[in-house]
């Protein structure tokens, strides 16, 4: 019962965070962003059980992540308010330098990102359709106790991996596949395939269901086992590395991937946050003169120069 009052403690400090934000911002007259909030309103459920699980199982990494994550989705509504205790925004009658320019919804007082956050995937033929499918519903109802990256870093994988024409994928830590497919929605464009590390047998099965049934199955491998031996054997040209598994091994997974990954590759590493993120890693990331570094929310992305 203790356990319960405490972790409800918490949550009445997150959500009056949340309100006060609101309040603040139709205080200034700029209205409540009800993109963002009903984004943040639809998540919290899922959250919510995920952090209770945790707790029950005094895991202390996950509970720290999913902390962190409602930090940050706390901080992205905010943005999106202004008031007197909050700097200018660009584009806003304060910053006549850079004039907003003009687009679909957005409104004089430059609320258009909170639609933008709000926005969801547009598949544009029927085979990406239905891997979108999939993974809404993995989101919806597969995410308890799976440490899936946020939606919005599925897109950034996505994203990142069309753009390189990756034809060479390397995941540390399958879990359920969700990040998986979409590593996939970029590969079945590129021709590319995608070697996927799961220690985990349970987990590993689903997975094997997930890519089936979003229909990309041929285009994974996917290897069980402790990925720390079983990335040793990996050969040829690697396009992207993302790595998503026990943070102490980040560096040892840097270490002995790295020599593979092709000039113009990119090694992503999620849970960057100062409370999760191996120090040594983040050493390794940003003091070696051959990469270039930059974070991204909780991802950091790391170029291997030409």
Request: proline letters at 6%; charged letters at 25%.
């Amino acid at each position: 019962m203790l356990k319960k009052i405490t972790l409800s403690i918490f949550v009445i400090v997150v959500l009056a965070g949340i309100l006060a934000a609101r309040d603040r911002g139709q205080a200034a007259g700029r209205g409540p962003a009800q993109g963002r909030l009903g984004a943040m309103r639809a998540g919290f459920g899922v959250w919510f059980d995920e952090l209770a699980e945790a707790y029950e199982q005094q895991d202390k990494e996950k509970m720290g992540r999913l902390i962190e994550d409602m930090r940050q989705r706390r901080q992205r509504f905010q943005g999106g308010m202004s008031g007197p205790d909050r700097p200018a925004r660009p584009g806003t009658p304060d910053r006549p330098d850079r004039p907003m320019r003009p687009g679909p919804g957005r409104s004089p007082q430059g609320e258009a990102d909170a639609s933008f956050m709000a926005s969801s995937p547009m598949p544009r033929t029927e085979t990406e359709k239905k891997i979108l499918q999939v993974l809404d519903d993995m989101n919806q109802n597969q995410r308890r106790g799976m440490m899936n990256v946020p939606v919005e870093d599925g897109r950034l994988l996505r994203l990142l991996t069309e753009a390189v024409g990756a034809k060479h994928v390397i995941e540390i830590g399958t879990s359920n596949g969700y990040s998986g497919i979409w590593f996939c929605l970029a590969l079945q464009k590129t021709g590319g395939k995608l070697t996927t590390h799961e220690i985990d047998s349970r987990r590993a099965s689903l997975a094997r269901e997930n890519f089936k049934r979003a229909g990309v199955d041929k285009l994974v491998t996917l290897v069980e086992g402790d990925a720390h031996e079983n990335v040793t054997k990996l050969k040829g040209t690697i396009d992207v590395v993302f790595i998503d598994a026990d943070k102490e091994g980040y560096t040892d997974y840097l270490n002995k991937l790295l020599p593979l990954v092709r000039p113009g590759g990119l090694i992503l590493a999620h849970n960057i946050s100062p409370r999760m993120a191996d120090p040594k890693f983040l050493e390794a990331i940003t003091q070696n003169p051959d990469l270039e570094s930059m974070l991204h929310g909780q991802m950091s992305v790391t170029l291997k120069k030409r």
